[in-house]
């Protein structure tokens, strides 16, 4: 197992993700405790150290059960890290309520990692509310060391994690990202770590096979990879891209099933970087899953010529997020954030932007077809 120093620590450089977990007929709130138990007990023995659950997980069920399934395990040979729930705004008067409850649900007496959850466009106002005393009750578990480490995670653009640092950073030790290869470009990935270099706060990585997406190339997207190293299927060509980021600390990686954790494994026994060429070739793999999305250059001709005044760059982005996805919550709960009059709704299809669009974008009918998708 590669380990990442973090200050005293020595993490495993891949975590344990508590989101995956194997389940009962295909049923998310019915885990396979047993399943899930030999995971662990596998992971455990191969060297991983670090346990990434959350409240909602699983319907709530997740902390419970990867709180079972290390309790068998002295409380000082791992790192369990669990969140704030931020992502449902009901939840913002209850952080002291829902702390005691996970600390009781997963039996311990301290976190080692806690994060706020979630900062994005739809909660930022929210979190940065002092009237709900979030952060002066985490700050204060942290001093009285019920906290070992507090950071954020974030699913929000680089404007959105810049306020959170604003306000926060003083007190922030890492924060977790949506990173791979895919979203370097296509989330501006590459921004939000270029943003946390800023703050000297080290990156932890979600979702770095985007849902699985990345684990299942098409055979002529494969082919390119295979020809530079033949030995490395699509996943390990994921890990190494992160591996190749000196920012990237943790990696967290929501395994469903043994297979899928054996074979992770297998890939974290040794650092791989990737050359010049072999980054090259795994961006224009990228590109090529991107083949289906709007080329949209945010060249902002188009807002200047909107009756609406509607951020088209924005929202374009977040189709194609929603388009590639097949739907999903990011860009729903984004879209959810903007006031009615400058969602993809608005748009009176009048053409102006069009008529100035450099791409000869057809941005009318994909203001439409969003504004329709979202419906759904």
């Known amino acids: 197992m590669v380990y990442k120093e973090f200050q005293d620590l020595k993490l495993s450089a891949l975590g344990l993700g508590c989101m995956r ?13 047993a399943a899930a138990k030999e995971m662990v007990d596998y992971a455990m023995a191969q060297g991983v150290n670090y346990y990434d659950t959350a409240w909602g997980y699983h319907g709530g069920n997740s902390e419970l059960v990867i709180g079972r399934a290390l309790a068998s395990y002295p409380r000082e040979n791992y790192y369990l890290a669990t969140k704030f729930p931020g992502y449902d705004l009901s939840n913002m008067d209850k952080v002291e309520e829902i702390f005691e409850k996970q600390l009781e649900k997963c039996g311990v007496e301290y976190f080692d990692f806690y994060l706020f959850h979630n900062v994005c466009e739809m909660n930022i106002d929210a979190y940065l509310d002092e009237k709900y005393g979030i952060f002066q009750y985490l700050t204060e578990q942290k001093k ?22 604003e306000a926060y950073g003083s007190e922030m030790e890492f924060c977790q990202i949506q990173l791979n290869y895919l979203d370097w470009s296509f989330q501006d990935a590459k921004g939000k ?118 951020e088209i760059p924005k929202l374009i982005a977040l189709y194609n997020e929603h388009c590639f996805t097949g739907g999903g919550f990011l860009a729903t709960m984004a879209v959810s954030a903007e006031p009615k ?36």
């Open 193 to 310: 770590v270029e943003l946390l270099k800023e703050w000297k706060l080290p990156v932890w990585v979600m979702e770095p096979l985007r849902g699985g997406r990345l684990a299942r190339l098409a055979e002529n997207e494969e082919a390119k990879l295979l020809a530079l190293r033949p030995k490395e299927k699509a996943p390990a060509w994921a890990f190494r891209f992160l591996q190749t980021l000196p920012e990237v600390t943790m990696i967290l990686s929501g395994m469903s099933d043994f297979a899928q954790l054996k074979e992770n494994l297998h890939t974290f026994e040794e650092e791989k970087p990737l050359n010049e060429q072999e980054m090259e070739t795994l961006l224009q793999v990228a590109d090529g899953l991107l083949g289906g999305t709007l080329p949209c250059t945010a060249c902002h001709y188009c807002v200047s010529h909107c009756p609406q005044g509607l």
């Open 21 to 33: 977990l194997p389940v009962v007929d295909g049923d998310d709130s019915r885990i396979d405790e």
């Open 144 to 165: 009285r060391g019920r906290i070992r480490h507090l950071g954020f995670s974030a699913h929000g653009s680089v404007e959105v994690m810049r306020r959170f640092l």
């Open 341 to 376: 009059e400058k969602r993809p709704s608005a748009c009176v299809g009048c053409r102006s932007c069009e008529a100035v669009c450099p791409q000869g974008l057809k941005i009318s009918e994909a203001m439409a077809d969003f504004a329709e998708k979202l419906k759904g």
